[in-house]
């Protein structure tokens, strides 16, 4: 079995940057991957033994890590809604996606596993969330994350039937005419889910 947990955060303070990431409303940082290489890379350097992490109970979404060991129920609300909306299953249009919560010191990863594939050993609590996200301004830049009522909101998505490339144009045009400011096509395109998007 492999040694996978870090000591803390990664060299720099601003490496969350480079996967997928917001803040909840509590000011917690979740920190995931965007893709089976990225998922190696946030196990190992953002995970502690201590810290909570989510999956969903289905194949085929981020490792969510939450930057805390008391997070609030708040936080994991959020998180798993966030972990879902990243998911395979927010493409096949489900409207109702159970997320696995867990301690990083259940994680384990064996040699003979696939690349971003972990095991988790001991009980697991299972959460059932809808996936919905309102894109707002987080440090700065655009952002898809689970509605909290502090950020003014530009736009919402849920599972539809747009393209990401579809979607990111009408967002962009919601931002720009509504509250006017200069936000181009691949900022959205950056933020957002992958594919199969209404937006509101």
Known sequence: MLNLLSTGLSNSNEDYKNYRWFFTSEGKLVVGGKSDEQNEEVIRNFLRPD?????TSLPGSPFMIIQSDNPSKKDLKETAVFCASFSKQ???GNKNIDVDTFKGSQIYKTRGMKT???GVKGDKETIKVK???V???QKGKIKAVPEKGKEKILAKIKPGKLSKEQAAEKIAKIIRDKFHLPVHKDEVMQA???DKIDVK
Not at 51 to 55: K, S
């Open 192 to 194: 957002i889910p992958s």
């Open 51 to 55: 810290y909570v992490i989510m999956h």
């Open 131 to 133: 996936p919905e996200l």
């Open 116 to 118: 971003g594939t972990f």
């Open 90 to 92: 927010w493409k096949n």
């Open 135 to 137: 894109l707002v301004i």
